[in-house]
């Protein structure tokens, strides 16, 4: 059985706030961005109860994988991906597998690729209006980044994945927040069977079997607002995880042998790239 994770938010755009200092003072000789403070106890509750998703997020998933073995993370880094995007639904998307890369960037301990991402991030965050939560924790991700706080760093994006949580909410952007969440789940899954279909390993594959969760997944896409749902993109996501769903269904005592964990590898990497692209 696969363990009570909750999905994608924890640190959802915690690296989002990873835009360099210079760049956040550029122009106007405006004072440095102060370090925030942590949440207090009564705001990070808060911040929970207003996140009705109940999933794993990207990085628990990554943990159980790395009690397995030692994963090539790096190998799971992909070439940077478009932010445009043609519409919010498609951004908040799109928003989700960016989060995820950034927790691949985390495990690999990759600075400069944690920063990278985070910038991507950031712009993203930008046009859906819910940058300005985050920046003031920009510096202090910046510095564990270049210093190789790993800890440090982890318990800074759990802090600004909650004011982002928060942001979303007082914009009235719930829907938004099903969205990301649903992006990194997707990107998730495509990282952690693409790194089964490098060096299989049976424990790792059985974590696959998550047919409640992509179940609920569809139904959160369900109740979305019709002109949501409705979008092109967001019909062609529920589709694709109607297919996927019948991947991580199998039953409870299988283990998905490789070459069906590279057909759902394949099945993830296409709905990424999906969303990345836009189509």
């Known amino acids: 059985m696969a363990p009570p994770w909750k999905w994608l938010l924890p640190s959802i755009i915690a690296i989002l706030a990873v835009e360099p200092l210079g760049a956040q003072q550029a122009g106007g000789g405006s004072s ?40 090539n993370w790096v ?31 985390v495990e690999a301990q990759d600075g400069q690729q944690v920063k990278n991402i985070g910038r991507d991030v950031l712009a993203l965050a930008k046009k859906l209006s819910v940058s300005d939560s985050v ?3 920009g510096k202090s991700i910046t510095q564990f980044a270049e210093d190789g706080s790993w800890d440090q760093l982890n318990e800074e994006l ?7 949580k928060k942001a979303l909410e007082e914009n009235r952007d719930t829907d938004l927040i099903t ?11 495509q990282v952690v069977t693409g790194l089964l279909v490098e060096s299989y390993n049976a424990e790792t594959a059985k974590l696959l079997r998550q047919p409640a969760l992509v179940g609920y997944l569809r139904g959160k896409l369900d109740q979305l607002p019709n002109k949501i749902r409705q979008d092109k993109l967001v019909v062609k996501v529920n589709a ?7 991947l991580v269904s199998f039953p409870a005592d299988h283990v998905p042998t490789a070459d ?20």
């Open 135 to 137: 920046l003031a924790r």
């Open 75 to 105: 190998s799971q880094f992909r070439p940077p991906t478009p932010i445009g995007g043609v519409n919010r639904a498609q951004m908040a998307l799109n928003l989700g597998t960016l989060i995820a890369d950034g927790y691949i960037a």
């Open 158 to 164: 759990e802090a600004t994945q909650n004011e982002v």
């Open 32 to 71: 440095p961005t102060p370090i925030a403070s942590p949440l207090s106890e009564a705001e990070l509750k808060a911040a929970v109860a207003i996140d009705s998703l109940t999933v794993p997020t990207p990085g628990e998933f990554f943990k159980a994988i790395d009690k397995t073995g030692k994963p």
């Open 240 to 246: 694709d995880l109607k297919n996927i769903a019948t």
């Open 179 to 189: 969205l990301v969440s649903i992006g990194g789940w997707i990107r998730g899954t």
């Open 260 to 279: 069906e964990v590279k057909s759902l590898n394949q099945a993830s990497a296409k709905l990424t790239k999906e969303i990345s692209a836009g189509e």
